[in-house]
């Protein structure tokens, strides 16, 4: 069976400071991974993805994601946060092979102060 | 293009009472989920609809039956409601298998 952990559940950040959530995931068989972003009192919108190729994903408003299989993680990272930025962040595994389920990890809520 | 709209947006309802939540995506496609979200918990998936005709069981289907009415529409009802199903519930939609999905905006739900 597959699982999520996130790391850190709340992570406070100056503005213009880098960040990095945390995401490990459990799997016996090959995954895709997603980071999806919730701003307060919305649906969650997908951020970026990983389904195969290049381990290094981007999304169009600064945030990278990078698939290490070794470690199972599929780390956020962003070098420069905005106040906008401020939200909950979730990481997300389903299997590559097929199957309609997707594992959420619990979430991570970032807080940028100015 | 309206996405995955969901209503009603709010809800209270008392211990037993019945209600049905509706979904509907103009995306054309063929699966579509229902989450509920609670505080520390992530999404958990009550039932899905890999495709027009077909339902299946989630994570967290006790309480909770699904209608896949057609391809655009997939309702959530609650036959008897209990405090432990207050909830912000979440419909979402997708291609078939295991890529990503596309939200609606939510369903508060007080059960009281």
């Known amino acids: 069976a597959q699982s999520v952990t996130q790391l850190d559940s709340q992570v406070p950040v100056f503005e213009e400071a880098p960040v990095e959530l945390r995401c490990n995931y459990s799997s016996s068989v090959s995954v895709y991974l997603f980071w999806y972003v919730q701003y307060p009192n919305q649906g969650l919108q997908l951020l970026l993805k990983y389904l195969s190729g290049s381990t290094l994903v981007e999304s169009i408003n600064g945030f990278e994601a990078e698939f290490n299989k070794s470690q199972t993680s599929f780390h956020l990272r962003k070098p420069s946060v905005h106040i906008s930025d401020t939200a909950e962040y979730f990481c997300?595994?389903?299997?590559?092979?097929?199957?309609?389920?997707?594992?959420f990890g619990a979430g991570t809520r970032l807080f940028v102060k100015a | 293009n309206a996405g995955v709209t969901q209503t009603p947006k709010f809800q209270v309802l008392k211990t037993g009472q019945s209600m049905t939540l509706q979904c509907a995506q103009d995306m054309n496609h063929n699966s579509m989920y229902w989450y509920r979200q609670d505080p520390g918990m992530g999404l958990r998936l009550i039932y899905y609809?890999?495709?027009?005709?077909?339902?299946d069981k989630g994570e967290v289907p006790n309480g909770y039956n699904v209608s896949r009415l057609n391809k655009r529409e997939f309702s959530l009802r609650l036959e008897s409601a209990a405090p432990s199903q207050t909830s912000v519930y979440f419909c979402a939609g997708g291609l078939a298998g295991p890529y990503e999905q596309y939200f609606g905006p939510g369903t508060r739900l007080t059960v009281t």
């Open positions: 997300a595994v389903s299997e590559a092979a097929g199957g309609f389920k997707t594992i």
């Open positions: 609809s890999a495709s027009e005709g077909t339902t």
